[in-house]
C-alpha cells in the first residue's frame, strides 16, 4: 500500500493539469463551467485539440491512437479533464462505437471509421433504446431484414442523445426473430443519419433543452458490409460498450469542482447578516458532500490501482450508483443555495439573478438522468446483489 | 499509489485470522468468553502476543516488531471480522501509543515491553462524565506533591478500566492536560467493572488523591493526546469495517436459505436491493479506512484524515448494522444468533471516540479554507 503517486505520475499529472488548462479554449472552459449547454462546434473543436495531442482516444489500441497507458493514468486524464471543465471527448464515438470497431470490426472498417471517429470528423449517436425496451435492453423490436446485399431496417429507437448532431448512428436492430433467446438475434448495424428513411424528431427536456430525440427508421437501406463483427452477436458488442460507458462514469473531477462552485456560491448569499457559508448546516452539508466524494474518489482510485489482472473490481459496480448519486447531490446544493433566486430559471437580460442561480434548477432537474442512463441505478443494485453478493 | 496489501501484509493477515479462528470460530465460543471478567480470552492474549501482535506497531528497542499503520489495521480489521473481544486497540494503539510518543526511554521500555509480552494491560483513562470527545480533560485534576502527582476525579466509562495494570490517564494541569501513569495497585484508586452491550468492559475509575508521575517530561499533551486519538479512530475504523463485512456476509447467506411465502428470501429485490446499498456503504467507506493508514503511514495530518474515514465508517456502521438485523428479521435481534453483536459493538465503536455528526461538525469548521480536497495531495501525502 502507497499513498503518494509516483514521481512519473505526478509529472503526467501536472503535464496533464498544464495541457487541459493552457490548450482547450477558456470560452469552452467557462461554458462548462457555468453549466451551459456545450455546442456542436464547441465539442468539435475541443476535441481536435485534444486529438491533435494524442489525448482524444488514449483508451483505444496503439495503432489507432492509443497510448497503452495504465489504468490510473487513464483516471488521471478524465479526472484532470473534468476538473478543467474541458468537455469530454464525445462518448458515443471514443468509448462507445470506436472501441467495439477496433475490437470486433473488419480491417475496412476500422481504416475508414476509426480515424474520423477519434478526429469527431464522423459524429456518431446511439441507437439502443426503444419506448418499449429500456432497462429491459433485449428485448428490442426494430427489425432488419436481409434483402440482397442489403439489410432494410424498420423501427424506432429512443433517447438518442445529441442525435441532431449526428452524422452516423450505431444501432442494434432484430436480425433473427426465430432465436430462442432474445439477446440472440441481435446485431449491430451502422448507418449515416442522412439515409433514405430516417427521421429524427427532438423530445424537450424539463430543463426546456434538447438533447435527446426520438429516431424513426422506414426501409432503411443498409450495405451488408456495414454490420459489425458477426450476424446476431451484437448483444456481446452492446454488453462490451456498455461495461466501457461505466468506466470514468464516477466523475468525481465534476462533481469536485462543483462543491468548489457552491462554496464560492455560498459566500455570495447573505443570511441574518452572515454568508450562507458560514451558516453551520450549510457548512455541515456540504462537508459530509465533501467526504462522500473523498471516499467516491478512493474507491476510483483503488479500482484503476488494481485492475491488472483485466478482470474489473467487485467495488467498480458502486462507483456509477454512488457517482450518480453525489452528480445529483451537487446539483441539488446549487438549487438550496439559489434559494428564491433558483426561480429565475428563465430569466434573460435585465435579470439581476446571477448566472449560477439561473440554471440551478434546470441543471438540477436535467441530472435526474444521470441515475437513469448508462443502466439505471436499479440495474446497478440487481448486478450487485448478483454478481457481487450471489443474491 | 495502491491500495493493495504486498505479500507479507497478506501473510499477516492469514496468521491472524487463522490465530482468532481457533479462539472464535462461532459466536458461541464468543459469547462463553465475554459472558465471564475480565471479558476477553487470556490465552488469546498470550497468543497475540506470542505472534509479537501485541507489539506491533512499537520499535524494537521498544520490544516490538516495529511494523506501521497498515499492519495495525490489518489486526483490527480481523479483531472485527469475528468480534474478539480482547482489548488490542486500547491497550496496544492507544495507551501504548501515547507511551511511545511521549514517554520517556524507561518507561517505554517497561511498559511497552510489558504491553508486547503480554504481561501488561494498559488503558486510556480520558472520558469523564459530563463531557464528550474532546482531546482534553476537565474533571480530573493533577496535584504536585513532593516529587510525584496525585490526581483526583473521576474517569467514566474507562474501557477494562478494571483489569488494567497501568492506567494512562488525562489530568488537569497548570496550561492544560498532562498524562499520567497510574499503577493499578495504587493507593486510593477505586474501580468498578461492568459489563457493556457489546460484551466488552467498562469501568468507573476514581482517583482520590491517587499518586501518579508523569508521562514522559509532563505538561500539556493534549496534541499527543489529539493525535493517539486520531490513530485509535483509524484502527477502530478497521475493525468496524471487519465487523461490517461480517454483518454484511452473514446477511447475504441468510437471505438464500431463509424461506418464507414458499421461497427463499432473496427472491425478494425489497430485501436484494437494500443489501446491494449495504455493500455500496461498507467499499466506501473501507476505501477511507485504508486510505487514512496511509495517509498515517506517510506521514500526512492523521488527524484530519480520521475525522474523515469516522466520518464515512460512522454513516456505514449505523446503515449495515441496522440493516442486518431488519434483513433478518426477528432472530437479528436475539442474543442467541450473531448479527445483532456486531450491531452492537458496530454502536459502541461509533460512540467511543466521537460520531459521524461529531466529524462532520469538525470538517465543517474547516470547509471554507480550501477550494477541493486531492486526497492524494497536502495536506494528506
Not at chain 1, 299 to 318: E, F, W
Request: hydrophobic share 40%; glycine share 10%.
Amino acid at each position: 500500500m502507497r499513498l503518494q503517486l509516483s514521481p512519473e505520475l505526478e509529472a503526467f499529472r501536472e503535464e496533464m493539469r498544464t495541457f487541459f488548462t493552457t490548450q482547450v479554449p477558456q470560452e469552452i472552459r467557462d461554458t462548462v463551467a457555468a453549466h451551459r449547454h456545450v455546442s456542436k462546434e464547441q465539442y468539435v473543436k475541443t476535441q481536435r485539440v485534444l486529438n491533435a495531442a494524442g489525448l482524444a482516444v488514449p483508451h483505444w489500441p496503439v495503432e489507432w491512437g492509443g497510448k497503452d497507458w495504465t489504468p490510473l493514468q487513464r483516471h488521471i486524464w478524465r479526472e484532470e479533464m473534468q476538473l478543467a471543465n474541458v468537455p469530454e471527448p464525445l462518448a458515443f464515438n471514443t468509448s462507445m462505437i470506436g472501441p467495439v470497431i477496433a475490437t470486433f470490426g473488419n480491417q475496412e472498417q476500422k481504416e475508414r471509421f476509426l480515424p474520423k471517429t477519434a478526429n469527431l470528423d464522423i459524429w456518431w449517436c446511439q441507437g439502443f433504446s426503444e419506448p418499449d425496451a429500456g432497462s429491459d435492453l433485449a428485448s428490442l423490436r426494430t427489425t432488419a431484414v436481409r434483402d440482397g446485399n442489403d439489410w432494410v431496417v424498420n423501427g424506432q429507437k429512443t433517447w438518442t442523445t445529441l442525435g441532431q448532431h449526428a452524422d452516423w448512428i450505431f444501432c442494434l436492430v432484430r436480425t433473427d426473430p426465430t432465436a430462442e433467446k432474445k439477446q440472440r438475434g441481435i446485431s449491430l448495424l451502422v448507418f449515416p443519419m442522412d439515409s433514405p428513411g430516417v427521421t429524427l424528431r427532438p423530445i424537450e427536456l424539463l430543463d426546456g433543452g434538447f438533447e435527446v430525440n426520438e429516431v424513426f427508421f422506414e426501409d432503411v437501406r443498409v450495405p451488408a458490409d456495414d454490420l459489425i463483427g458477426e450476424e446476431n452477436r451484437g448483444w456481446d458488442y452492446a454488453k462490451f460498450l456498455l461495461g466501457n460507458e461505466r468506466v470514468g462514469i464516477a466523475r468525481v473531477g465534476t462533481t469536485k469542482r462543483m462543491l468548489a462552485q457552491a462554496k464560492e456560491h455560498a459566500r455570495e448569499i447573505t443570511v441574518g447578516g452572515r454568508p450562507l457559508s458560514e451558516d453551520p448546516r450549510m457548512a455541515a452539508r456540504i462537508a459530509e458532500l465533501e467526504n462522500e466524494l473523498v471516499a467516491l474518489e478512493l474507491t476510483a482510485l483503488r479500482v484503476v490501482a488494481n485492475s491488472a489482472d483485466g478482470k474489473p473490481h467487485p467495488a467498480s459496480s458502486v462507483l456509477k450508483l454512488r457517482g450518480s448519486e453525489l452528480q445529483q447531490a451537487a446539483t441539488e446544493l446549487f438549487v438550496d443555495i439559489a434559494g428564491p433566486l433558483s426561480l429565475a430559471s428563465f430569466a434573460g437580460e435585465g435579470s439581476d439573478v446571477p448566472e449560477w442561480a439561473r440554471v440551478a434548477t434546470p441543471h438540477f432537474l436535467n441530472y435526474r438522468k444521470v441515475s437513469i442512463y448508462g443502466g439505471s441505478n436499479e440495474v446497478q443494485r440487481t448486478i450487485i446483489a448478483g454478481s457481487i453478493l450471489g443474491l | 499509489m495502491n491500495f493493495d496489501y504486498d505479500s507479507e501484509q497478506n501473510d499477516l493477515r492469514e496468521a491472524v485470522r487463522g490465530l482468532l479462528a481457533r479462539s472464535y470460530s462461532d459466536s458461541e465460543q464468543r459469547r462463553s468468553v465475554v459472558a465471564a471478567d475480565p471479558g476477553f480470552d487470556e490465552k488469546t492474549w498470550s497468543r497475540l502476543a506470542e505472534m509479537g501482535l501485541l507489539g506491533l506497531p512499537f520499535t524494537e528497542e521498544d520490544g516490538g516488531m516495529g511494523a506501521g499503520p497498515v499492519e495495525v489495521a490489518i489486526v483490527a480489521e480481523e479483531i472485527g471480522r469475528v468480534l474478539a473481544p480482547e482489548p488490542f486497540i486500547e491497550t496496544v494503539v492507544l495507551a501504548g501509543g501515547l507511551v511511545a510518543a511521549v514517554g520517556t526511554a524507561e518507561q517505554k521500555g517497561e511498559i511497552l515491553g510489558g504491553i508486547a509480552e503480554g504481561t501488561t494491560i494498559a488503558v486510556f483513562a480520558h472520558a469523564e462524565p459530563g463531557t464528550r470527545w474532546t482531546p482534553t480533560a476537565e474533571g480530573v485534576t493533577a496535584t504536585r506533591s513532593g516529587d510525584g502527582w496525585t490526581l483526583t476525579g473521576v474517569k467514566e466509562p474507562v474501557p477494562s478500566g478494571a483489569r488494567a495494570d497501568v492506567l494512562v490517564v488525562s489530568a488537569v494541569v497548570d496550561g492544560g492536560t498532562g498524562l499520567f501513569l497510574v499503577q493499578g495497585d495504587a493507593s486510593g484508586l477505586n474501580r468498578t467493572g461492568y459489563r457493556t452491550h457489546d460484551g466488552t468492559r467498562a469501568a468507573n475509575v476514581r482517583f482520590e488523591g491517587t499518586p501518579a508521575v508523569t508521562l514522559g517530561a509532563g505538561g500539556d499533551q493534549t496534541a499527543a493526546i489529539e493525535r493517539a486519538l486520531a490513530e485509535a479512530r483509524i484502527a477502530y475504523g478497521h475493525e468496524a469495517i471487519g465487523a461490517m463485512d461480517t454483518a454484511l456476509r452473514t446477511t447475504a447467506a441468510y437471505l438464500k436459505t431463509r424461506k418464507q411465502f414458499g421461497v427463499t428470501l432473496n427472491k425478494f429485490q425489497a430485501l436484494t436491493f437494500r443489501a446491494a446499498d449495504m455493500y455500496v456503504s461498507l467499499e466506501l467507506a473501507r476505501s477511507t479506512a485504508l486510505w487514512a493508514s496511509m495517509v498515517q503511514e506517510a506521514g500526512g495530518d492523521v488527524v484530519q484524515a480520521a475525522d474523515r474515514a469516522r466520518l464515512q465508517v460512522s454513516r456505514a456502521g449505523r446503515h449495515i448494522g441496522k440493516e442486518a438485523i431488519q434483513l433478518h428479521g426477528g432472530i437479528g435481534v436475539t442474543a442467541e444468533y450473531s448479527v445483532g453483536h456486531y450491531t452492537s459493538r458496530l454502536t459502541a465503536i461509533d460512540h467511543l471516540l466521537g460520531d459521524g455528526d461529531w466529524a462532520a461538525d469538525r470538517l465543517a469548521a474547516n470547509v471554507a479554507s480550501y477550494e477541493t480536497v486531492d486526497p492524494l495531495g497536502a495536506p494528506y501525502a
